[in-house]
C-alpha cells in the first residue's frame, strides 16, 4: 500500500546506518581508529580520545537500536491494523452472501408455494373436466333418444298417411288433400331441423348420416337452396308416389314458363300442373298453371310440381 512502501524504506536506511555504526565500534576497538571512511566523523568529536568516541558510538548504538524497536513495533501495529481490516472486510461479505443465500430461500419458496397452487387448480380443473364430459355425453345420451323418439314418431305419421292414402282412388280429390298435408309437415320439420342446428351451430352433414327429414319426400331438396344462379331445379310429384323427381334446367328461378316445365317433364298425353306457391291470403297453396307463356311460381328457390293425368270426365 501507499503506507508501506516508505516505512520499509525507512527501516532499511536504518539497519544500514546501524551496521556502519557496529562496523566502525569493532574497527575501533580493534585497531584503535576508525575507518577511513569515518575520519570525517571524529573531526565532530574535536580530537577526544578513544574512550569518548567508543561512549559516544555506544550510544548512537542504543539510540539506533531503540528505533529499530520502534519501528518494528510500528511494523507490528499496521500488520494488525491490516489483518483486523481485512478480517472486517472478510465478516461484511460473508454477511452480503448470507442476505442472498436468505434472499434465494425466500424465492424458493415462494416459487415452490406458486408450483403446489398451481398443482391444485389442475387437479381441479381436471375434476371439472371429467364432469363437463360426464354432462356432455348425458346430454349427448338425450338427445339421441329425443331424435331416435321424433323418428319413430314420424315414420308412424308417414305409415298413417300411407295407409289413409291407400284408401283413396288413384285420382281422388282427396290426394290433393294428403298432399297439402304431407307439405305442411315437411315445412314444420325443416322448420324445426334448422332451429336444431341453429342452436348447436352448424356442422356439415357426413355421408350416411340419417335424419328425421330424410324419411319425407322432397325434404332433403327442400333443406337449401343449392344450385347454380343460371339454372333452376323442379321438384314435381306424379300420381300417388310420395317419391319426386328432379330436373333442372337452365333458367333463373322467375323466368321459366310453363311451357319449359312441359317440354322438359315430357309426359305424351294431357296432363294439369300444379305448382307450390305462396298465397297473401291463404299461405302455402297448390296453384294451377294453364298457360304455356305463363311464368310459373318458385318456392325457396326451386319449383315444386304436382303432375296429374288431366281426364275430361274430372275437369
Known amino acids: 500500500t501507499a503506507w508501506e512502501d516508505p516505512l520499509s524504506?525507512?527501516?532499511?536506511?536504518?539497519v544500514q546506518e546501524t551496521r556502519r555504526m557496529v562496523s566502525a565500534l569493532q574497527a575501533l576497538l580493534l585497531h584503535g581508529s576508525l575507518p577511513e571512511d569515518e575520519q570525517d566523523v571524529s573531526l565532530t568529536l574535536d580530537q577526544c580520545n578513544a574512550e569518548q568516541q567508543l561512549v559516544v558510538i555506544r550510544s548512537r548504538l542504543d539510540q539506533s537500536m531503540e528505533e529499530a524497536q520502534e519501528l518494528k513495533l510500528l511494523a507490528y501495529q499496521l500488520t494488525f491494523?491490516?489483518?483486523?481490516?481485512?478480517?472486517?472486510?472478510?465478516?461484511?461479505?460473508?454477511?452480503?452472501?448470507?442476505?442472498?443465500?436468505?434472499?434465494?430461500?425466500?424465492?424458493?419458496?415462494?416459487?415452490?408455494?406458486?408450483?403446489?397452487?398451481?398443482?391444485?387448480?389442475?387437479?381441479q380443473n381436471i375434476k371439472e373436466t371429467g364432469q363437463k364430459d360426464r354432462l356432455l355425453q348425458q346430454l349427448k345420451h338425450k338427445l339421441e333418444e329425443s331424435q331416435t323418439q321424433q323418428v319413430q314418431e314420424v315414420q308412424l305419421l308417414r305409415d298413417a298417411l300411407r295407409s289413409l292414402r291407400n284408401n283413396f282412388r288413384d285420382h281422388d280429390p282427396q290426394h290433393h288433400t294428403l298432399d297439402t298435408l304431407e307439405q305442411g309437415i315437411v315445412s314444420l320439420i325443416d322448420r324445426l331441423h334448422s332451429l336444431n342446428e341453429r342452436g348447436r351451430g352448424k356442422s356439415p352433414r357426413r355421408k350416411g348420416q340419417h335424419t328425421d327429414n330424410d324419411s319425407w319426400p322432397c325434404t332433403k331438396v327442400c333443406q337449401s337452396h343449392s344450385g347454380s344462379s343460371a339454372s333452376t331445379k323442379i321438384l314435381y310429384f306424379t300420381g300417388k308416389s310420395p317419391t319426386p323427381s328432379m330436373i333442372n334446367i337452365l333458367k333463373r328461378l322467375g323466368e321459366v314458363t310453363l311451357k319449359d316445365v312441359k317440354a322438359a317433364v315430357d309426359r305424351e298425353g294431357n296432363y294439369r300442373y300444379h305448382f307450390k306457391a305462396l298465397d297473401p291470403e291463404f299461405g302455402t297453396v297448390k296453384e294451377e298453371v294453364f298457360l304455356d307463356?305463363?311464368?310459373?311460381?318458385?318456392?325457396?328457390?326451386?319449383?315444386?310440381?304436382?303432375?296429374?293425368?288431366?281426364?275430361?270426365d274430372e275437369r
Open 9 to 14: 524504506e525507512t527501516l532499511e536506511k536504518e
Open 81 to 123: 491494523y491490516w489483518f483486523v481490516n481485512m478480517q472486517d472486510a472478510q465478516q461484511q461479505r460473508l454477511c452480503t452472501q448470507e442476505a442472498s443465500i436468505l434472499q434465494m430461500k425466500q424465492e424458493l419458496l415462494r416459487a415452490s408455494m406458486t408450483k403446489d397452487e398451481l398443482n391444485n387448480q389442475n387437479v
Open 293 to 312: 307463356g305463363a311464368i310459373v311460381p318458385g318456392w325457396e328457390g326451386k319449383i315444386v310440381a304436382w303432375v296429374e293425368e288431366d281426364r275430361g
